[in-house]
């Protein structure tokens, strides 16, 4: 390869330095303000003048290391990898493995959807926030998304160009009733609701003094507000689409996210059924993918829907022919009394699907292929009952434990479970999806 | 390319860890034990009455009690190399076995501290895509880490998969 990088390096968005240049701005406002009276003493001391031009430096300064941050980054994309170099006085380059490429992610926060730009996220294992490339102009974003994809499914640059967009056919659609019901339904949210009104009651009746209840309350409201209104807000609108280059998650009401996730790259997925949710027939769908940060597949669906969505993400499993098989009885409920009964264990030709939990039920399902390594652990007081724990664990740094086998089906199964995932890995597609 | 053990169809072939930890082990006990009992005795004598020395025979029912635990934690790990994958069993009242199929490694690593080196001891740590993965034979006498080490990566790029 030549010297010099042959594809052509590209700028971000003029919109960044303003971005870049805000949060140290807002920083400094906010010490000063923190500093409170004796910032208040200086100010008053300076006369309009020095004011302003104190001011006028200081966004003169930001300004001017936002526009050089901005100036100074350049990325490129290769054949091979994504390349972002940036820095002024500290140069770092980031080379991305496109055929490493486990989702990419265009978001559009509340401000950046207004300016009509967007930011642009490679999960590859060991990625930082740093290797965010924000800001992009949205429909640059959207093109630059196609053309990664399509580079990593292993199309050649001339075809990743011209195909653009792959066509999506949409699965699934959340209506915001149904996302509403399912928050008031969730024992969590309705648990953060009660604790946020009862707590400042309670601690207005002990002190007697209101404020000392508000002081309490704001960061109860902090909580509250993340585990209802704020996941609302996200989960708003969420709809989930089939497309050649993966599958696409679009949500938000304010900040819009688009995920992409392509084949074959989901370790994990895991079905949870909230107490409340089961008379509705409704479940949660999350998904573990190595370096990525979303895991929510469907946040409340039927089941038939939920299923059907599933069956994309890990093609071939009928999760309704499951036989789950429930720890045995004479043991177990020594060991964990009562909750023994929500642990049952599926195998399947394709997947180790292990239960666990009563209330709320959580089903985790791993294909073979994604195993990294099986363990069995027994302690003294299993071993005394004739029982081991099987636990998976997958490359998105999840483990999936089997509790409460019997002994000898465990030690079976860890022999089973590792011949299993090594054969079905032989027959696992390619990186490059479409090679 | 010659690959795996060729043990048949039967049980794993079983390898236990060479005597050398065993010792590096329970010379630190003794060592510490017999420390903590000496301190205790002289500045309880001293301080309270001589009678009371006899407390530092504590320490002596801890050393005679972790030279038992150690030896059966000593003879509880083993491993073993299948065509395929790696076998590690460990522990006495809390049981563990590993299995790493060789495909799935994507480091191996051997380790040895100054006091191992002294004893002429070594360690292999096994690294997978999945960091739950403790995969990690203490103990190894240099030159049998070593052969392994080459082993495990000649077989693992030769079974070699993704994530």
Redesign the interface.
């Given at each position: 390869m030549a010297a010099e990088p042959v594809a052509s390096e590209r700028r971000l968005h003029p919109f960044t330095p303003l971005r870049r240049a805000w949060v140290p701005i807002a920083a400094t406002v906010g010490v000063i303000v923190q500093q409170g009276d004796r910032a208040g003493e200086w100010v008053a001391d300076l006369s309009a003048l020095l004011r302003v031009l104190t001011l006028l430096a200081l966004v003169l300064v930001f300004g001017l290391y936002g526009f050089l941050s901005w100036w100074f980054t350049h990325f490129a994309v290769t054949d091979t990898e994504l390349r972002i170099r940036t820095g002024l006085l500290f140069r770092r380059t980031a080379h991305i493995r496109l055929d490493r490429l486990?989702a990419v992610d265009v978001t559009r926060p509340l401000l950046a959807r207004l300016t009509g730009v967007a930011s642009l996220r490679l999960d590859v294992?060991g990625t930082d926030d740093k290797d965010e490339l924000a800001f992009l102009g949205e429909k640059e974003a959207v093109a630059l998304r196609a053309e990664l994809l399509a580079r990593a499914a292993g199309f050649t640059p001339e075809e990743a160009v011209a195909l653009g967009q792959a066509p999506e056919r949409e699965l699934l659609r959340v209506s915001p009733r149904d996302i509403a019901v399912s928050l008031a339904l969730s024992l969590s949210v309705l648990a953060a609701l009660a604790g946020g009104i009862l707590a400042p009651v309670f601690v207005w009746w002990i002190s007697s003094s209101p404020w000392a209840a508000v002081v309490t309350l704001l960061p109860m409201l902090g909580a509250v507000w993340a585990g209802s209104a704020g996941r609302f807000l996200t989960e708003y609108d969420w709809t989930v689409a089939e497309s050649p280059d993966g599958l696409r998650l679009d949500h938000g009401l304010l900040d819009r996210a688009h995920e992409t996730v392509p084949p074959g790259?989901v370790?994990t997925v895991r079905i949870v059924e909230p107490l409340l949710w089961r008379r509705r027939n409704w479940v949660r769908v999350e998904l573990a993918v190595?370096g990525s940060k979303n895991d929510v597949l469907v946040p409340v669906a039927s089941r038939d829907a939920a299923y059907a969505v599933i069956s994309r993400v890990l093609p071939g499993v009928d999760l309704a022919a499951l036989a789950f098989e429930g720890s045995p009885r004479s043991g177990s409920r020594w060991v964990v009394p009562l909750w023994w009964k929500g642990y049952a264990l599926a195998v399947s030709p394709d997947v180790f699907a292990a239960r666990h939990g009563r209330l709320c039920r959580r089903t985790e399902i791993v294909p073979h292929a994604?195993v990294?390594?099986?363990?069995?652990?027994?302690?003294?007081w299993e071993?005394a009952r004739g029982l081991a724990d099987v636990?998976v664990?997958?490359?998105a740094?999840?483990?999936v434990t089997a509790r409460l086998r019997a002994a000898d089906e465990a030690a079976e199964l860890?022999?089973a479970?590792?011949?299993r995932?090594?054969t079905s890995?032989?027959s696992?597609r390619?990186?490059r999806w479409m090679t | 390319m010659e690959t795996g053990t060729t043990g048949g169809t039967g049980g794993p072939e079983w390898v236990g860890l060479p005597g050398g930890l065993l010792t590096l082990r329970r010379l630190l006990l003794v060592i510490w034990m017999t420390l903590l009992a000496a301190v205790t005795a002289v500045v309880l004598g001293l301080a309270v009455g001589p009678a009371w020395a006899a407390v530092g025979g504590f320490w002596l029912a801890v050393l005679a009690w972790g030279w038992v635990l150690m030896g059966r934690n000593w003879r509880s790990w083993r491993y073993a190399e299948r065509p395929d994958d790696l076998l590690i069993s460990r522990g006495v009242l809390w049981r563990e076995q590993t299995v790493v199929p060789y495909g799935r490694m994507q480091l191996v690593e051997v380790t040895s501290g100054p006091l191992e080196r002294r004893f002429g001891l070594a360690s292999v740590q096994l690294h997978t895509a999945a960091a739950a993965t403790d995969a990690k034979i203490p103990g190894l006498v240099p030159a049998e880490a070593e052969r392994l080490r080459d082993r495990l990566t000649a077989l693992g790029e030769a079974r070699s998969a993704g994530l």
């Open positions: 486990q294992i790259r370790q190595a994604k990294q390594s099986v363990r069995l652990s027994q302690g003294p071993r636990q664990d997958t490359g740094n999840g483990t860890l022999h479970q590792a011949a995932s090594r890995r032989a696992a390619p990186d | -």
